[in-house]
C-alpha cells in the first residue's frame, strides 16, 4: 500500500499491512484474539495494521488508551462501519460526534440516574425470579440463548414497555436486526444486510406506534422512551422522533447484547471456581434474604461486586473498541499516527498487563479488594465500559442487572457444566463459550 506524502520525524509503528484493498481484514476474522496476541507479541503495544479498507493502528495498555480517551473529540473522532451508521441510524449517540453528541449524551442520560435505576431494579428482579423458575423446569439449558431472551425481555420491558416473552413477532424481527450488524456490508434482495435494513423499518413502525400512544393519552409509563419523550436540552428543546427512535434502537443492543455475553461469562467462571462461588454464597448468606432487593442491600454486597469486576477484567464482552479516525497527526510511544489514519484500542490484552495485574491470566476476585485495588495502580487499566467522553452510557445500568441476577441466581440455584462441550471464546460480535455454555440448572437450599 502506497502512503501519502508527509514531512514525519518519527517513524510509524511497526506492523503489516497486507494485502492490497482487504489489508490482513480476512486473518483478523479467522482468529481476532490469535491475530492481535501475535502482533502484540512481534510488535509490543502499539502496532499497525489495515482491516476493513484503513489503514489502522492498534493501542493497547493503560497509557495507550488514556491517549485515546484524552483525545477523543479532539484529535481523534469517532467513526463507524457503513453497516452500523445504516443499521443504527444518522441520530444514534453511537454515530453523532462533536457537540451534537454531548448534547445529545446529555439528554438521553437522564434515562439513567439513580433514582431512575431503583425503579428499574424492581422489574429486573421480577423478570429474572421469574426466568429462574423457567430454567428450573427445564433443567438443562443453552445458557447463552436463554440470557439472550432474558436479557432483551428485560431492555424492552424497560425501554419501551413491552415484554418480548409475550411479543414473539418483536423479538424476531430484532434478531434479525441485530444480525446485520457486522454483516457483509452489500445490500441484494435477501442477504443479511437487506433482512436488517427492512427489519429496522418494522423496529421504527413499532416505535411510533408505542410514541403514538403515549402522546394520545397521558400515558404513566416510566419507561426509558417515555423519559426521551420529554427530555430537553440546556435550551429547553424536545428531541425529534427520528432523534428518539434512533437511539432507543441503540440503546435495546447496548443494553442487551453486552449483558448477555456478560452473565454468560459470570456463569461459566462462577462454575469453573467453586470456591469464588462458595464466597458469594456466603455473602448472601451473611446479608439476610430480603423478599425485595433494595439499594443499600445491594451497596452491602463488596465480595459480589469484586467478583464481576474481575469477571468483566477476564472476559470482556467487547474486545475493541470503536475507531476513531485521525484528524491530524499525533504522537505516542515515538511513534507517528498519521493524520486520516483509524485508531482503535484492544480490552482484553489491555487487561492482562502484567506490570498492573498479579498473574493476570488467573480469575482472582480478591485482587479488586480495598488491600490490593490492583487496577487502581494505573488510570486506565480497568475498561470494560470504555471510558472517555464515548463512556457507555447505561454502565450503572448493566452493574445493576448484573449484580441483581447474580445474587438472586447464587441464593436459590446451582447449575453444573454439561461435560464435552467446547467452552473456547467466540469474540465477534460479542465474548460468548463457543457451544453456547451448556449447564445442568437445579434449585439448591442455602439454608439447609
Not at 448468606?285 to 459480589?304: A, R, S
Amino acid at each position: 500500500m502506497t502512503m501519502p506524502l508527509m514531512e514525519a520525524t518519527k517513524p510509524l509503528p511497526p506492523g503489516r499491512f497486507g494485502f492490497p484493498l482487504v489489508g490482513e481484514s480476512f486473518s483478523y476474522l479467522r482468529d481476532p484474539e490469535g491475530f492481535i496476541l501475535k502482533r502484540q507479541q512481534r510488535h509490543g503495544n502499539i502496532f499497525k495494521t489495515h482491516l476493513f479498507g484503513a489503514p489502522n493502528v492498534v493501542l493497547i495498555g493503560a497509557e495507550a488508551v488514556q491517549f485515546l480517551f484524552s483525545n477523543d473529540g479532539k484529535k481523534l473522532e469517532m467513526t463507524n462501519t457503513p453497516n452500523f451508521e445504516m443499521l443504527l441510524g444518522e441520530r444514534s449517540i453511537g454515530v453523532q460526534i462533536g457537540v451534537a453528541h454531548q448534547t445529545l449524551r446529555r439528554q438521553l442520560f437522564k434515562a439513567f440516574q439513580p433514582r431512575t435505576l431503583e425503579r428499574y431494579a424492581v422489574t429486573m428482579e421480577s423478570v429474572t425470579q421469574q426466568d429462574l423458575k423457567k430454567w428450573e423446569q427445564i433443567g438443562d439449558l443453552t445458557w447463552y440463548e436463554e440470557l439472550k431472551k432474558y436479557t432483551l425481555d428485560i431492555a424492552c420491558r424497560l425501554f419501551i414497555g413491552v415484554s418480548t416473552a409475550a411479543d414473539e413477532p418483536l423479538e424476531k424481527v430484532y434478531e434479525t436486526w441485530s444480525k446485520g450488524l457486522l454483516a457483509p456490508p452489500v445490500r441484494f434482495p435477501g442477504s443479511p444486510l437487506d433482512k436488517a435494513i427492512r427489519a429496522r423499518e418494522l423496529l421504527l413502525t413499532r416505535f411510533d406506534q408505542l410514541i403514538d400512544q403515549r402522546q394520545q393519552s397521558e400515558s404513566k409509563e416510566q419507561d426509558v422512551l417515555s423519559i426521551l419523550l420529554s427530555a430537553k436540552d440546556e435550551s429547553g428543546n424536545l428531541l425529534s422522533r427520528e432523534d428518539v427512535k434512533d437511539n432507543v434502537l441503540a440503546m435495546l443492543i447496548a443494553g442487551h447484547e453486552t449483558l448477555t455475553s456478560a452473565l454468560t461469562s459470570l456463569c461459566l467462571l462462577l462454575a469453573q471456581h467453586p470456591e469464588v462461588l462458595k464466597g458469594v454464597r456466603a455473602e448472601q448468606e451473611q446479608l439476610g434474604f430480603p423478599t425485595q432487593l433494595t439499594p443499600n442491600d445491594l451497596k452491602q454486597m463488596t465480595y459480589l461486586e469484586q467478583v464481576i469486576k474481575e469477571v468483566l477484567r477476564i472476559v470482556p464482552p467487547v474486545v475493541r473498541s470503536g475507531s476513531r479516525r485521525v484528524l491530524e497527526d499525533c504522537e505516542l510511544g515515538g511513534y507517528l499516527i498519521p493524520k486520516g489514519w483509524d485508531v482503535y484500542y484492544q480490552i482484553p490484552e489491555t487487561h492482562q498487563d502484567s506490570k498492573i495485574y498479579n498473574n493476570p491470566e488467573r480469575f482472582d476476585p480478591d485482587r479488586f479488594s480495598p488491600e490490593r485495588a490492583e487496577d487502581k495502580q494505573k488510570v486506565c487499566s480497568h475498561i470494560p465500559f470504555g471510558g472517555g467522553i464515548r463512556e457507555c452510557l447505561g454502565k450503572e445500568f448493566a452493574k445493576l442487572e448484573i449484580k441483581l441476577f447474580a445474587a438472586l441466581l447464587v441464593r436459590g440455584y446451582t447449575w453444573e457444566l454439561v461435560p464435552g462441550q467446547n467452552l473456547e471464546r467466540t469474540v465477534l460480535p460479542f465474548s460468548r463459550p463457543h457451544d453456547g455454555l451448556k449447564v445442568h440448572f437445579r434449585p439448591a437450599r442455602l439454608l439447609e
